[in-house]
Structures are given as C-alpha cells and as structure tokens.
C-alpha cells in the first residue's frame, strides 16, 4: 500500500508544547518531523497552528519524495536538551562563552563533557 496523505494524516504524530520566551504566547514541535512547529498566542492557537503545519509539512515531504518519519522513528537520543536556567546563570554563560570565542552551547557542552569525563574517568 502506498503511504499517502491520508495514510499520515491517521497517524498520532506527539508533539510538545513550551512558552515562547522570546515573542510571548506558545511554541509546539513535533519531535518526529524535524522544524515542523506552529505558533499562537494561546496553547490552543499554537496547536491549531501545528496541525496545519503538519499537514504541509507531510504534503512538502511527499510532493519532494522524502521519506516521511512515522511517529516514535525518531532516535531516542538526538543531540538536543531544552534546559531553562535562571536568567543570572544565563547571562554568565554567554559572557564566558564570548571571552571563549565559542557559542553558550558549545560552552556549555564543553563544561558537561569536562563534568562527565572526570566522573567517568
């Protein structure tokens, strides 16, 4: 059977819901389609705008022959950690990262991997 838009369309595709702290209101990512998000200024604007990101972002993929993730395929370690620190902490970070010339999370990733190497070690 080909999998089309209806096919996907079926399928419960997770996502997450975090604070815009940038621009106010509600940001929501689906961890399975990679930069696929919508916006809103209320939890229920940004979903529905999600929902419709995912249909065009399914209908792009398929138009393009990209292989469309099926929910859950995503690898369980990916690279990334949304982490919320105290705006004090945030502002020590950056500024040691400029004095290194590297960005907050190549710093930071440096610090973690320091941590962890002498525990491991």
């Known amino acids: 059977m080909a999998k089309d838009l209806a096919y996907y369309r079926q399928l419960n595709y997770p996502f997450q819901v975090r604070p815009d702290v940038d621009d106010g209101g509600f940001i929501v990512e689906f961890p399975d389609l990679r930069y696929c998000v919508g916006t809103g200024d209320t939890i229920d604007e940004a979903i529905a705008d999600a929902m419709t990101a995912k249909e065009e972002w399914i209908k792009a993929a398929l138009e ?33 990262a400029k004095r290194e010339g590297v960005s907050a999370n190549q710093f930071l990733s440096h610090l973690i991997s320091m941590g962890m190497g002498r525990k491991y070690l």
């Not at 022959?65 to 020590?92: A, C, D, F, W």
């Open 64 to 96: 393009a022959n990209i292989p469309v993730p099926e929910p859950g395929q995503q690898e369980e370690y990916n690279g990334r950690i949304t982490l919320r620190i105290p705006k004090s902490l945030h502002k020590m970070v950056v500024e040691a």
